[in-house]
Each structure stands twice: as C-alpha cells, then as structure tokens.
C-alpha cells in the first residue's frame, strides 16, 4: 500500500454558469473539485488550506475512519471548523470497501460547490468482481445555485423556513444545453463495442435524483462503495449522498446519446410538481467515437419527478454478495428511530431555532458550540453533550425538545436500526447517512414498521450502504458492528434537514485493547 498526498486550496472563482459569472467557493478552481484515486489498503493524506472567508471543514463520505476519527470531518462532531487562512491534514486509510465514494465540505451548505469524487481501486493483485471496463466515467450529478449558498442557507434558518431551491442541476459542473444559456456541456467519447464503467454520484444538496442515458441498460456493480449483485435497469435513483457504479455496453454503430439527470419528488401522498425545478434537466452527451459531434443526441425518457415506483423498485431489487450478516440473536440493541417533521406552534415551544424543524424521536439535534462532540467525548469533557438521546419514539402529541442527545453503544455492539418516516403528509423520503460505518440495508417498505416484517429481512445477501433512502410512508431497517470507538453522525443528507435538527450521534465507547481506543487528537486539529 501506498500514501497519496493531496493538497486542497479551497477558495473563491469566478464561474459563468446560466448567463452569469458567480463567485463560488471551490477547490483547487475547479468544479467539481479535484478526484482523489486510489487503491484500497492505501494511506491518504489531504492537506486543506482554507483560502476562503468561511469556516469550513471537509468530510470523505463513506470511508470507514478505523481508528481515525479526527479525519472524519463533520463540523462540530469531529472537530472544529477550519477558519479562514487556518489549515488541517486529513490522514486516514482506504480499507474495507472499493467503488466510488466523494468527499464534500461537511459545514453549512459548503458542500453545494465543494465536493469531488474518491476512487478507491482493488488492490494491486486483485481484480474487479467483474469483467474489467474498457474506460471509466466519473460522473458528478450536482445542484446549481445562482446565489450564494451560505447565505441561502443562514436567511432560510433566520426566516425558520426551508431554504429555495436550486437554480438546476449539472453533470460534471455542467448544466449541459437543455437549459437556456447553458456554458457546456459534459460529453464523454467511447468507443463503440466496449464496456464502460459509469461512477455517478448523487452531491446535489437537497434533491433525490433520477439518472438515464438513452438508448443503454445499466447493469449495476457496486452502490457507496460496496460490490452488488450485478442488477440490470434502464433508471438509476440516487439519494443525496448516494453513489452507483454501473457498466453500460456500447454499441457498434455510431451514435449520440444524452445522459440525463432530473429530480425526484417523494413527497407522499405525491405532491403537485414542484414548479420551481420540476422540469428541469441536466444533460451530458455520450459520444461514441466516429461520430460528428453536431449529431442530435437521442433523448431518454424520464420518469414522473414523483415516481416513486421507480425508485422503490430499485431500491428494493439491489442485492449484494453473499455476507456474513450479523444474525438476530447477535443483536444487542434495537433502536427505533421515528423521523419528524413539525412546525413549531405553541405546543412547540421548545423550537427556538426554527419556526420549521425536525427531529428523531423527538429530539432536533443541535451541534454543540465550544468544543467538538470528539474532543469531549476523548477528553471526559462535561455539558457539550447528554447521553439520554431516547431510545424509542415519543407518544403523538409530546412536543419535541432540541438537544444535543448522544446515544452510547457498547464497543463492538450490534446494532439494528428501524428507520420509521411518518405516515401523514408531508412525509418524504430521508437519505439517512451513517458516517465510519457501512450497514447492511436488511428491509424496507411502505407503512407502519410491524415486528412481522422481520420475516422478510434479507439476511443472505443484503446491499451493504452508507445512506439509505428511507421511503416517504415508510420504513427501512438496518444492521451494523460499532467496531470504531468515537462520535459518528447519524444525519438526513438532504443539507437542508441538517440545521432543523434531522440527526443524532452514536457515542461508541472504547473497547479495551490497544487497537480498540480512541486515538489522541492530531496536533493540528484546529481550536474553535
Ligand atoms: Cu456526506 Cu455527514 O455527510
């Protein structure tokens, strides 16, 4: 194994996108930022330079962090923000998982600009689980917007209203030509009769996606970086947060074909179309090589944004390899965790944040200020955090209660998770996103969660995952070894549900030899 060094200058550009030069925040002065490529087994290590006037600190979603929990990066979790002209190294290793993963700012709405791909390649020796592709394809679904993001952010909080959308949606960068003064858009060149390895990823801030390329099946490989059985569609759903690798075969004639991404709506019951982007879509060009590039590119056709068919049937058909999953009677804890969305009337007077917040079983999760969750937790610091976060759902009608609820898990515990979204309207679909863990994904489905649905839970070959869709109306239940002592969050990956309280943290305790400790802090973790 090897050690990859990557140095980070995040800082503000110029970017003309939709008839405007905007300044964003970007890495490297390149949107998406740049890729980081490695095999598994090796040693990362990113220096990032903050040349921005924002706090700011960068998450590797998806890497597990073994004992490098200083390296995780949620704001206020693991560390404090890095201030302008501060700097920090992130140093972890790439184990346990291959496909493709991404690394994004994890502060405020950061994350909108500064984001890319990381690559994690078999190791020298092994192979894909697959017939090796003859050419990959990064491909970075994004959200564009024309505003400044922060800002979006901070006046949506002070008006405890959820923030407006996005101004569309790219791929690569790119919004591509469908939209009026689109700048490019992303072509990728293939040779006809060959195998290609599309690495898509969901980085939009707020939005589940929907992603085709006309006239092409995908047949899916791996999702956040796990191997799946191999699974054949024409639509591929991703949830903010989510990443698909799948193989698309070429033809042998010539051809021009749009790869086009939409939203997808999963309010439920279905709501009316969203007016403000609900028929927008970004479009990228497959080109096979020989072919003019004025060609008219073929259209796919795109599901209903509110399909939420579509999206449960993909969810729902993934399987992955066979595994040792972790038996019923190995379970040491089942959380029953309740998603909620209210507004805080006067029942809810507990609500100072928001006038719109959110909250699991009861609790809108609140970073802490004066230090991180980590650093307390390492250094026995006390009132940064509560350890009573409530195991069970709260009965109807208790007001919810904003906190910082942290819930211990035993080193090496099993734990099972019965993710329940609410029944009545607004109920939407919440990308959960588990950070230093990969879970298996055992069932998910439509209604109340019943202790009979435990028959079916897929025990055999279950999608391994970092954030699980969980459907509008419905449920999923989840199962995972809290074998990595520190703070991991537990959070919505829609960003908006972030600063409404939509998370909570598992606090796994140390074990008790040499390898199962929480490591001392990096000398260069910053201060708050
Ligand atoms: Cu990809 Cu806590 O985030």
Redesign the pocket.
């Known amino acids: 194994a090897a050690t990859a060094n990557y140095t980070f200058t995040v800082q503000s550009m110029k970017i003309n996108q939709l008839c405007n030069s905007t300044d964003i925040i970007a890495v490297n002065g390149q949107l998406p930022g740049p890729t980081i490529d490695v095999f598994e087994g090796d040693e990362v290590v990113v220096d990032v330079i903050n040349a921005s006037p924002y706090n700011l600190t960068i ?1 590797w ?2 890497i597990l962090q073994k004992l490098t929990p200083w390296a995780d ?2 704001s206020m ?1 693991t560390q404090c923000p890095i201030q302008p002209n501060g700097s920090y190294t992130y140093r972890f290793n790439v184990t346990g998982h291959e496909g493709t993963l ?1 690394w ?1 700012a ?1 502060s405020s709405f950061l ?1 909108a600009t500064v984001y890319g791909a990381l690559i994690i390649r078999p190791r020298n020796g092994t192979a894909y689980p697959f017939p090796a592709p003859d050419q990959e394809v990064p491909v970075v679904l994004g959200e564009w917007w024309s505003q400044n993001v922060v800002d979006v952010e901070k006046d949506a909080v002070m008006a405890g209203q959820l923030p407006s959308h996005s101004d569309a949606f790219t791929i690569n960068g790119l919004t591509g030509q469908l939209y009026q003064c689109a700048n490019e858009t992303f072509t990728a060149v293939v040779q006809p009769n060959t195998t290609v390895l599309l690495r898509v990823i969901n980085a939009a801030l707020n939005t589940h996606l929907f992603f085709k390329v006309a006239g092409h099946n995908f047949t899916v490989v791996a999702v956040d970086a796990c191997y799946t059985a191999n699974y054949t569609t024409d639509t591929l759903v991703l949830a ?2 989510n990443t698909v690798d799948a193989l698309v075969y070429t033809g042998a004639a010539p051809g021009s074909y749009y790869m086009a991404v939409e939203p997808h709506h999963t309010l439920s019951p279905a709501a009316t179309t969203d007016a403000s982007d609900g028929g927008s879509v970004a479009t990228g060009i497959l080109l096979y090589n020989g072919t003019s590039a004025t060609a008219t590119p073929a259209m796919p056709a795109m599901p209903n944004n509110s399909d939420s068919t579509t999206a449960n049937d993909f969810y729902s058909g993934l399987r992955g390899v066979p595994a040792a999953v972790p038996s019923p009677v190995d379970v040491n804890m089942t959380i029953q965790l309740g998603l909620g969305q209210l507004p805080c009337d006067a029942a809810q007077t507990n609500c100072s944040v928001n006038a719109f917040a959110a909250a699991m079983n009861g609790v809108s999760f609140r970073l802490p200020t004066q230090m991180s969750l980590l650093e307390a937790q390492f250094g026995n610091a006390s009132g940064v955090y509560t350890a009573d976060f409530p195991d069970g759902v709260p009965p109807n009608g208790t007001a919810m209660v904003e906190g910082t609820k942290v819930r211990s898990l035993p080193y090496n515990s099993t734990v099972e998770v019965v993710l329940q979204n609410p029944m009545a309207f607004p109920s939407e679909s919440h990308p959960i ?1 588990l ?1 230093g863990f990969n879970f298996f994904v055992l069932a998910q489905g439509l209604g109340t969660f019943a202790p009979g649905n435990a028959s079916a839970y897929n025990l055999v070959d279950p999608v391994a995952r970092n ?1 699980i869709a969980v459907p509008a109306g419905g449920w999923a239940v989840i199962r995972f070894v809290a074998n990595n002592p520190g703070m991991w ?1 537990f ?1 919505c ?1 829609l960003d908006a549900h ?1 600063p409404m309280g939509l ?1 909570m943290v598992f606090a796994v305790e140390n074990g008790t030899t040499a390898d199962s400790m929480l490591p001392p802090p990096p000398a260069d973790l910053p201060v708050c």
Do not use: L, Q
Request: aromatic share 10%; hydrophobic share 20%.
């Open positions: 998450h979603h998806g990066g949620p979790v991404w994004h994890h994350r903010p947060g996103h950070h954030t969050f959070h990956h972030v998370g």
